[in-house]
């Protein structure tokens, strides 16, 4: 028997902050955003998002009906026009602490 794909809640939890934290931080410095799946559930949020932050990507144009899967989300991102609007519009770069720091806000 197949086990259930892990809740990917835990997973952000779990492994995720783990890599972001201590594994490997270097590698995910540059990351925007980030895309959690586990076949059933897809959701998109900033590096740094707690899971409640995260969203969904519910439909690919606003005349079909919504459906929540990763490949709605990936097609729905990786979309010329969507891709281009979420990296001018939803990165920001905060210079009034002295140091560029990364703002990424990934709402509805």
Known sequence: MQK?????????????????????????HH?????????????????TSRWEHFNEWKRLAEEEPGV??????????CDRRNFLDLLENFILFDESAGASRKITILRE
């Open 31 to 47: 990351n925007a955003s980030i895309l959690f799946g586990n076949g059933e559930q897809a959701k998109i949020g900033s590096i």
């Open 4 to 28: 259930p794909p892990q809740n990917p809640q835990d997973r952000l939890r779990q492994n995720f902050s783990d890599y972001r934290d201590t594994t490997i931080p270097h590698l995910l």
């Open 68 to 77: 929540v899967d990763m490949e709605t989300l990936l097609k729905g991102v």
